[in-house]
């Protein structure tokens, strides 16, 4: 039995190249799943056909890519991508307060025409891929990361945006700096028995239910098993609900 408590939480990445790799995907794995995440890759590769996969077969999904632009156009941009049928869309943080604001105006608006409910709309603070040597030599951003994304965390709260992209390991630090309500959906989801391939601040499905995600990204450690949905099955075990 699958828990739909459970379910809800699970994001399951669609990093692949192909169309066809990534409906397969859907189809086998779409009991477990609560939303396909459909990120630059596929997005730019596939995108519509694919999003209009995942809506036939009436899953969720999250269009992960990362929204950062002048105000004016990303509301437009995030408008399209409601209308589109998202559940869920990203934005960069460092967008600054009021680009994301007009994001979620225009998200809100383009709801309400559907007469839909509003999407998650979650802010990327620091990408994982910028270390403290870039902020520092590259990028002369004078700031601690980890200070620098609770800060961006609390900007996208002041924005009236519904979380962040954060490993579990920031997770506890950007639920009390911004509230329990605050959404933190988490990458780098690695079970016991799965390798870490490039991830470096990783944790365990498990841990990361422990520590309050709301949502768990699950990637390599499915969609590179030998049997996805055996897979899939043992991390809900691990969960403890299976
Ligand atoms: O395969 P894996 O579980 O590592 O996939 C992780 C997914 O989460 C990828 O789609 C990646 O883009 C995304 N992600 C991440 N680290 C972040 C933000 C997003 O790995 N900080």
Same mark, same amino acid.
């Given at each position: 039995?699958?828990?739909? +408590?459970?379910?809800? /939480?699970?994001? *399951?990445? !669609?990093? %692949? ?8 995907? =859907? ?85 309400? +025409?559907?007469?839909? /409910?509003?999407? *998650?709309? !979650?802010? %990327? ?8 040597? =870039? ?108």
């Amino acid at each position: 039995m699958i828990d739909e +408590k459970i379910k809800e /939480k699970i994001v *399951l990445a !669609l990093d %692949v190249e192909t169309f066809e790799q990534a409906k397969e995907l =859907v189809d086998e794995l779409s009991p477990y799943v609560g939303t396909f995440k459909v990120g630059l890759q596929l997005y730019t590769g596939f995108g519509n056909e694919i999003i209009d996969y995942i809506k036939s077969k009436n899953s969720n999904f999250f269009l992960d890519v990362k929204l950062m632009d002048i105000p004016n156009t990303v509301k437009k941009a995030s408008e399209n991508i409601v209308l589109r049928g998202a559940n869920f869309y990203n934005v960069h943080a460092l967008g600054g307060l009021e680009m994301m604001k007009q994001s979620k105006e225009g998200a809100c608006a383009a709801a309400q +025409k559907l007469g839909k /409910k509003p999407p *998650l709309i !979650l802010a %990327v603070t620091v990408l994982t891929s910028i270390s403290q040597e =870039v902020l520092d030599d590259e990028l002369k951003v004078n700031a601690e990361v980890k200070g620098l994304a609770i800060n961006l965390a609390k900007l996208a709260k002041q924005a009236g945006l519904d979380g962040v992209v954060a490993s579990v390991h920031e997770l506890r630090a950007i639920k009390e700096a911004c509230g329990e309500d605050f959404k933190v959906l988490c990458p780098g989801i690695r079970p016991l028995w799965s390798l870490k391939d490039d991830q470096k601040r990783i944790a365990t499905p498990a841990q990361a239910l422990k520590d309050g995600a709301d949502y768990l990204v699950i990637g390599r450690a499915v969609t590179s098993a030998p049997d996805r949905v055996e897979a899939m099955k043992k991390i809900y075990e691990e969960m403890g609900v299976i």
